[in-house]
């Protein structure tokens, strides 16, 4: 059913992704530390709409940058 290239294929994909999360995660929290606000407050309690759009633009070129650093 599963031959060893499969296992080795899953188990390279399952480490990509974690990889991936990793790096995404120690990338937004740099982000978070950068910015001399509280993202978190001006998005949720401010409802600062403008801010939400240009995390939504970094966290997606993140994204895209990992995913092609990956591949």
Same mark, same amino acid.
């Given at each position: 059913?599963?031959?060893? =290239?499969?296992? %080795?294929?899953?188990? +390279? =994909?399952?480490?990509? %992704?974690?990889?991936? +999360?990793?790096?995404?995660? !120690?990338?937004? !929290?740099?982000? &978070?530390?950068? =910015? ?5 407050? &001006?998005? &949720? ?11 939504? #633009?970094?966290?997606? /070129?993140? /994204?895209?940058?990992? /995913? #092609? /650093?990956? =591949?």
């Amino acid at each position: 059913m599963f031959t060893q =290239t499969h296992i %080795v294929q899953l188990i +390279l =994909t399952l480490v990509y %992704v974690v990889l991936g +999360l990793i790096i995404f995660g !120690l990338g937004y !929290l740099i982000f &978070e530390k950068l =910015t001399p606000f509280s993202v978190r407050k &001006e998005i &949720e309690e401010d409802q600062n709409i403008a801010l939400a759009i240009i995390i939504g #633009s970094v966290v997606i /070129a993140l /994204a895209i940058i990992i /995913a #092609s /650093a990956i =591949t």
